[in-house]
C-alpha cells in the first residue's frame, strides 16, 4: 500500500481540523460538551420561533431563528469574550460602550469622568430654575402630610479623581453636584449629600466605599447608605421604620453582587485584578406589632437597584415602590409597569408618605428624570 506523502498527511489534518472547528459551535449547541461563563450585561431577547406554514409564507421563521442562532449558537460566550479580549490587547479598545480605563487598572464609564471634569456642567442659572420646581413640589407635598428628600449619590470620577485618566481633568469648581448641594440646602430642601460624606470617610474608612472595577458604590458602600437613609427618613417623618441589624462583615478578594459590574459588562477573557472588599451580612429588624411604617417612593437611577434588590422594599419600606429612571414602575411580586401609562401621575405621587429622589452625580444634568415637569404640569 503506497503511504501518502507528508504534505498530502498536513492537508488533511489541517482540513480535518477546520471542519472539526466549523462543526464545534453546532455540536455544542446540542451535546453541551463545555459549560461556558455566561457573559455579562443585558442577556439576548431573541426567541426560538417556532415553525409554522404561515410563518414560513411571512419569512418569521426565518428571520427569527436566524436571530435566534445569532445569540444562542455554542460557545458563543467564548466567542464574544475571545473577541473583546482580542481588540484590548491589539487595539487597546474595548467593546462595552462608555467603558474608560483609568490610571491603576481602575474602570470608570465617561459619563462620570464628564461630571468629574464639569463638562457636563448645567450652569447657576440651570441649577436654581431646577431646584426651584423642586421646591413646589416639596410645599405641595407638605400640604398633604407628604415629605420629600433628594439623595446625592456619588459618582465614581469624583470620588477617584487620581485615578482619572490624564485626558479628563478634575474640576474642583464647575462642577453640578457642589451647586446643587449648595442650591437644595439654601431652599430648605431636605438633602442626603452622600457624595460629600463618602469623600469625608475615605481616608478613614475600614473598607472601600467603591470597587476599582464596578461604577456603583460597593456593597460595603451600599449598606452604610441603606442605614443611614432609613435613618434619616425616620427622623424626617417621625414615624418608626424597620432597621438593619448587622451580624458581622465577610471580606474576599473576588468582587461579588455588582462590585465589578464594568468589569462583567466587557466579557474578557481575563479577570482583571480587584482589591479586597468586604460585604456586611445582616436581617431587617422588624417592627413591633401594630407600628407602620410610612410607604415610600423612590425614583432614581441604578445606584438604587442595589438595594431593591436584596428587598428593601419587602423588608423595610413595605409598600414602597421603585419608579427606575421615572420610567418603569418597580413593585415587589408584581410585573413592571411603564409611569407613562399612569393616568394622573400626581394622584400615584400623592399616595406615598415620603418621596425620595436618588440619582448619581452623572445623572444631574437630567435631575428628576422629567418627574418635576410631571408633576408640576398638573398642579399649576
Known amino acids: 500500500m503506497k503511504v501518502p506523502p507528508k504534505d498530502t498527511l498536513l492537508k488533511n489534518a489541517l482540513f480535518g481540523l477546520v471542519l472539526v472547528l466549523l462543526l464545534l459551535p453546532w455540536l455544542e449547541q446540542n451535546e453541551h460538551f463545555f459549560q461556558p461563563r455566561a457573559l455579562g450585561g443585558v442577556p439576548p431577547s431573541s426567541e426560538n420561533v417556532q415553525f409554522s406554514l404561515d410563518k414560513w409564507r411571512s419569512v418569521k421563521f426565518q428571520e427569527g431563528q436566524e436571530a435566534y442562532i445569532k445569540d444562542h449558537f455554542g460557545l458563543r460566550p467564548f466567542m464574544v469574550r475571545f473577541y473583546n479580549e482580542l481588540f484590548d490587547r491589539l487595539f487597546d479598545e474595548y467593546q462595552a460602550k462608555g467603558v474608560v480605563m483609568g490610571k491603576d487598572?481602575?474602570?470608570?464609564?465617561?459619563?462620570?469622568?464628564?461630571?468629574?471634569?464639569?463638562?457636563?456642567y448645567l450652569g447657576i442659572d440651570s441649577i436654581t430654575k431646577v431646584v426651584s420646581e423642586l421646591n413646589l413640589i416639596k410645599q405641595d407635598l407638605a400640604k398633604h402630610g407628604k415629605h420629600l428628600l433628594v439623595c446625592l449619590a456619588p459618582g465614581k470620577g469624583s470620588y477617584f479623581p487620581d485615578k482619572m485618566p490624564s485626558r479628563y481633568q478634575f474640576e474642583k469648581q464647575l462642577r453640578n453636584h457642589p451647586y446643587f448641594s449648595k442650591t437644595l440646602q439654601d431652599a430648605q430642601i431636605p438633602v442626603f449629600d452622600i457624595?460629600?460624606?463618602?469623600?469625608?470617610?475615605?481616608?478613614t474608612t475600614p473598607h472601600p466605599l467603591y470597587p476599582k472595577t464596578g461604577i456603583h458604590w460597593s456593597s460595603y458602600g451600599e449598606y452604610l447608605v441603606a442605614d443611614s437613609l432609613i435613618k434619616r427618613l425616620a427622623h424626617l417623618s417621625q414615624k418608626p421604620f424597620p432597621y438593619l441589624k448587622l451580624s458581622h462583615i465577610e471580606e474576599d478578594t473576588q468582587?461579588?453582587?455588582?462590585?465589578d459590574d464594568i468589569e462583567n459588562g466587557m466579557n474578557l477573557l481575563r479577570n482583571l485584578p480587584d482589591f479586597k472588599m468586604a460585604y456586611p451580612q445582616f436581617k431587617v429588624q422588624r417592627l413591633r406589632a401594630g407600628q407602620k411604617p410610612p410607604r415610600v417612593l423612590v425614583i432614581g437611577d441604578s445606584f438604587y437597584y442595589g438595594m431593591y434588590n436584596w428587598g428593601m422594599m419587602q423588608g423595610v419600606f413595605k409598600g414602597g415602590e421603585f419608579w427606575y429612571y421615572n420610567q418603569e414602575r418597580l413593585v415587589p411580586d408584581q410585573a413592571t409597569s411603564s409611569i407613562a401609562d399612569m393616568q394622573n401621575y400626581v394622584l400615584e405621587v400623592n399616595k406615598f408618605d415620603v418621596v425620595v429622589l436618588l440619582l448619581t452625580e452623572a445623572n444631574l444634568p437630567?435631575?428628576?428624570f422629567g418627574m418635576q415637569?410631571?408633576?408640576?404640569g398638573k398642579i399649576k
Open 366 to 368: 437630567r435631575f428628576g
Open 255 to 259: 468582587p461579588r453582587d455588582r462590585d
Open 105 to 120: 487598572g481602575y474602570l470608570f464609564e465617561e459619563n462620570y469622568l464628564l461630571a468629574a471634569s464639569g463638562q457636563d
Open 373 to 376: 415637569q410631571m408633576y408640576l
Open 195 to 203: 457624595q460629600s460624606w463618602f469623600l469625608q470617610m475615605k481616608a
